[in-house]
């Protein structure tokens, strides 16, 4: 259980294009679902949390006018890389919690996507 | 202070013997702490959570939390060289309706043969 996918794995795109990312709750309904990116010898730094029907909520730094997130639904949450930049480049990694399945809001990762901005 | 604290190794132990991962954290009120596993160039694996003060065990994993301290460990057991990857600490942060996870750097671990 608790299986979450992303989609793509690894995008290579050219400066000023957008970008989109799917993450995916297979096996549960994930009410808040986090993205996150990772740079190089880096720790995991949250960019946003969303919960399905609502607006995300971004970190202090994280322009939302180009990182847009969208939580349609209790099983998809997408991030759209807006105009993308050669400093867009990172990994980018989202995760999953249901508050029904536990009440320690356990997060699960999805495989992350690579991306790559020529 | 960094919220959450770990030291960045690496860590290196001899296969078969015991790996002690370390971890403090700032925020008092913090209710739940996590251990995720990080390969190289993959995503977070969720390997032991922990929300009550004394040891948990899973296997050849045991967490330990003492909130008096604001501590959290993990022990690896009879380590293998497929444990060699970096061990992020997690501190859960109730912030409203969405609690958040606030990560350590993490602790890279090498087994060797």
């Known amino acids: 259980g608790a299986v979450v996918s992303q989609h793509p794995s690894w995008v290579i795109c050219k400066s000023g294009t957008s970008v989109k990312i799917e993450c995916r709750s297979l096996?549960?309904?994930?009410?808040?679902m986090f993205w996150y990116r990772q740079f190089p010898k880096q720790s995991l730094m949250l960019m946003a949390t969303s919960n399905e029907g609502s607006k995300a909520t971004y970190e202090q730094g994280v322009e939302k006018d180009k990182f847009l997130i969208n939580h349609a639904s209790l099983t998809l949450s997408t991030l759209t890389v807006t105009s993308a930049h050669p400093e867009d480049s990172s990994f980018y990694i989202c995760?999953?919690?249901?508050?029904?399945?536990?009440?320690?809001?356990?997060?699960?990762f999805g495989p992350g996507t690579r991306l790559t901005v020529l | 202070q960094k919220e959450v604290e770990q030291n960045s190794g690496p860590l290196s132990v001899p296969e078969g013997a015991i790996a002690s991962l370390n971890c403090t954290y700032s925020d008092r009120v913090s209710q739940s702490f996590f251990w995720y596993r990080q390969y190289s160039g993959k995503s977070p694996e969720l390997i032991m959570s922990i929300y009550s003060n004394g040891d948990k065990e899973d296997g050849r994993f045991t967490a330990q939390l003492n909130k008096a301290s604001q501590y959290v460990s993990l022990l690896i057991r009879d380590s293998q060289p497929s444990d060699s990857a970096t061990y992020l600490c997690a501190v859960n942060r109730p912030t409203g309706t969405a609690s958040k996870l606030t990560f350590g750097t993490g602790t890279r671990l090498q087994v060797t043969l």
């Open positions: 096996d549960f309904q994930a009410t808040t």
């Open positions: 995760s999953a919690s249901s508050r029904g399945a536990s009440s320690y809001n356990e997060q699960f």
